[in-house]
């Protein structure tokens, strides 16, 4: 990410967009905070500090009063929270050459806190559930015995019941959105209406059967006429 033995005048921020003279990069060289002619190797501890991980701040520079913020959070929040094939291809050569991605060891890559894991239900916690095939998890709610939750637990199974109905049984909750095919995300779509108490209501599908086969396509019809 940083070269420590070049100035930023002399472009030790390698990432893409960062160049001597580049807007991006004049968010740091302008600060006032470090020298830009000085190698970040021989920056005090302080100053590379203020370069990598200063937290957002409001400081007057560049002209106007702004935000500044360390490099590696607002890279963070800018690159390394998005969807990989989102990003350009420069930027994805960068990430790939200067991150290791992997779960996190707390919890496990699910992104919920310890006190979410630790809440089970019938011995499974919510990120247990999430990983379950939707079909399969419509199965274990079947077997749940809770008066007093019996109505939420209706109500989610008439959802999971008609991802299977469209033929989605196979989905997990847990999986990315920017990875369903263009057919699975129409489908989706499609469920949020089934079962809709509106009336006299036209719901215009664009080739929501394309690419699939002949039997879902059968079972989306008659879902589509179901939820009328």
Excluded at 15 to 35: E, I
Excluded at 96 to 117: N, Q, S, W
Excluded at 177 to 199: C, D, F, N, P, W
Aim: glycine share 8%; with cysteine.
């Amino acid at each position: 990410m940083v070269d420590a033995a070049l100035s930023l005048d002399e472009g030790a921020v390698k990432v893409p967009g960062y160049k001597p003279g580049s807007w991006s990069l004049r968010q740091y060289a302008d600060s006032g905070l470090y020298p830009t002619d000085v190698p970040v190797g021989e920056f005090t501890d302080e100053q590379r500090d203020l370069l990598l991980w200063a937290e957002p701040r409001r400081m007057n520079y560049l002209g106007h009063n702004s935000t500044y913020e360390g490099l590696i959070p607002k890279l963070t929040k800018s690159v390394l929270s998005k969807e990989r094939s989102g990003l350009q291809k420069a930027m994805r050569e960068f990430v790939d050459r200067a991150v290791t991605m992997g779960p996190c060891p707390d919890c496990g890559g699910t992104r919920l806190a310890p006190h979410a894991l630790e809440s089970r239900i019938a011995g499974r916690n919510i990120a247990e559930l999430c990983a379950m095939e939707v079909r399969e998890l419509a199965g274990w709610l079947a077997e749940l015995d809770s008066p007093s939750s019996a109505p939420l637990v209706r109500a989610i199974r008439e959802t999971l019941d008609n991802f299977v109905t469209v033929g989605l049984g196979y989905l997990t909750l847990d999986r990315p959105a920017s990875t369903l095919s263009g057919g699975e995300a129409q489908r989706i779509k499609m469920i949020r209406h089934v079962g809709s108490s509106l009336s006299d209501v036209t719901y215009v599908f664009d080739e929501p059967t394309a690419g699939r086969r002949r039997t879902t396509c059968t079972t989306s019809t008659w879902t589509s006429h179901a939820g009328r």
